[in-house]
């Protein structure tokens, strides 16, 4: 099957469909730069972390590069992540219609060209990570167990979003370890409340396949909370904003990291609101609108440490 057939599902009309080689679109497919969404949301722990720790330091000197650097990381560990998962759930993907169109259960790509991909793709992650620190480079190497085991999780459990945010969040305790080289209570303060961020949105996205997930045995938040999904979110999006103001108060931030994260608040409000868990389109979206979410939070932590390195 050629890499112009079986578009992905839920991701159509986007450049890998309409301008990419089509020898490479299978392969953009599987690292998921056709719906760049989960890079970003990988990305900005590791943003709000490097800005958070820059202004503890009162140095932006390096910070630019850091940024930079996660960039690069996050898209390509991302890529590694989602090759890996396609991989081991190559059979429960061909039984879901959303995501039976991804290349290795259509056929686009066999799984031994999947597995050379990830590696190629966990090489440029490797590659950014040794920019780093030593203690940065084991941390980031840590991250792996979580990665790899994250796939299973959704067979034994209803609460992979756990192991999820475990997975997404470590991008929170990288800044710290980049830019000091060590993870004190403030870097953990700001994990655990990225992890509750994962938990609520991923929620929100598993909504999307529900019903299938039932029909298969593939366990999620979104069963176990059902029709009670909104006060759940409720509490774990509450959780969010607690834990990264503690994290705020530890590093003794300033009023424009308290602004960005209110705007970060107020925004998961209006995703509590405007959910309906039997309308999967409107999941997606509300799912794809915390892009924006974490950007808010990162613009008032980056003008703090802008702020705290100017005085």
């Known amino acids: 099957m050629n890499g112009a057939a079986a578009r992905v599902s839920d991701a159509t ?10 020898w490479s679109r299978p392969y953009l497919r599987l690292s998921r730069l056709d719906r760049p969404i989960g890079s970003w949301l990988l990305l900005l722990p590791c943003w709000w972390s490097a800005a958070l720790a820059a202004g503890v330091a009162h140095d932006l000197s390096r910070l630019p590069l850091i ?7 996050a898209f390509a560990m991302r890529g590694a992540g989602c090759t890996w998962n396609d991989i081991t759930d ?6 879901v219609e959303r995501t039976r169109s991804r290349p290795i259960p259509a056929g686009q790509v066999s799984v031994p060209q999947a597995a050379a991909f990830l590696v190629l793709q966990a090489l440029v992650g490797l590659a950014v990570l040794l920019q ?5 480079v084991g ?10 085991v ?4 959704k067979r034994i459990t209803y609460w992979p979003q756990i192991v999820l945010g475990l997975a997404f969040s470590w991008g929170a305790l990288m800044g710290f370890a980049v830019t000091f080289g060590r993870i004190d209570a403030t870097a953990l303060a700001l994990y655990a409340g990225s992890i509750a961020w994962v938990i609520g949105y991923d929620t929100i996205y598993a909504h999307q396949d529900a019903e299938d997930d039932a029909l298969i045995g593939i366990k999620s938040t979104a069963l176990l909370f059902g029709a009670k999904t909104r006060p759940a979110l409720m509490v774990f999006y509450g959780l969010a904003v607690a834990l990264i103001g503690v994290a705020l108060a ?14 970060f608040a107020v925004h998961l409000i209006w995703q509590i609101e405007r959910l309906e868990i039997g309308d999967p389109k409107l999941c997606l979206r509300i799912f794809k609108s915390n892009r924006n979410a974490g ?3 990162f613009a008032g932590l980056l003008s703090d440490a802008i702020s705290r390195a100017a005085g």
């Not at 009309?13 to 089509?22: E, G, H, K, M, Q």
């Not at 941390?139 to 790899?148: D, N, R």
């Not at 590093?251 to 960005?260: D, I, R, S």
């Open 13 to 22: 009309d986007n450049w890998v469909d309409t301008r990419a080689p089509l």
């Open 132 to 136: 780093f620190n030593r203690f940065a």
């Open 67 to 73: 940024l930079g650097l996660f960039l690069i990381g």
């Open 90 to 95: 190559r059979d429960l993907d061909a039984q």
């Open 250 to 263: 530890l590093a003794g931030a300033g009023w424009m990291a308290w602004l960005g994260l209110a705007a």
């Open 150 to 153: 994250y796939p299973f999780m």
């Open 295 to 297: 950007l808010l939070l």
């Open 139 to 148: 941390c980031g190497i840590a991250s792996l167990v979580i990665v790899a």
